[in-house]
């Protein structure tokens, strides 16, 4: 059974940063393509960043440069840094897994930038 558990969300004023983990159990890290999505209030969940064996990292234009995605596999834990946070980062921010041709996301955790 996957399981992917994010923490470290919180609430930043405008150019902190914060760091995001997500552990996960139940699949191995170099056969699966990990990610970090987030949703805004009324808006659709957006790809922020994503990683997988074998390949660089890809990012969101509009985390570019602020943001870096990061794994740990003896750890089985997903990271992402985020740097210079703007409000407009504000959103519930989710883990995911792609692996087998199936599809797992964690809880979500909230990131919160004030101005």
């Known amino acids: 059974q996957v399981q992917l558990v994010e923490s470290g969300g919180g609430l930043v004023q405008a150019g902190g940063s914060l760091r995001l983990s997500c552990t996960a159990s139940?699949?191995?890290?170099?056969?699966?393509?990990m990610g970090w999505y987030r949703q805004a209030p009324g808006k659709q969940r957006e790809l922020v960043a994503r990683i997988f064996s074998g390949g660089g990292p890809n990012y969101a234009d509009s985390v570019k440069g602020r943001f870096t995605i990061s794994a740990d596999s003896a750890k089985n834990t997903l990271y992402l840094q985020m740097n210079s946070l703007e409000p407009e980062d504000t959103a519930v921010y989710y883990c995911?897994?792609?692996?087998?041709?199936?599809?797992?996301w964690g809880q979500g955790t909230q990131v919160t930038v004030s101005s």
């Open positions: 139940g699949i191995i890290f170099r056969y699966v393509v």
């Open positions: 995911n897994a792609y692996t087998n041709l199936r599809e797992y």
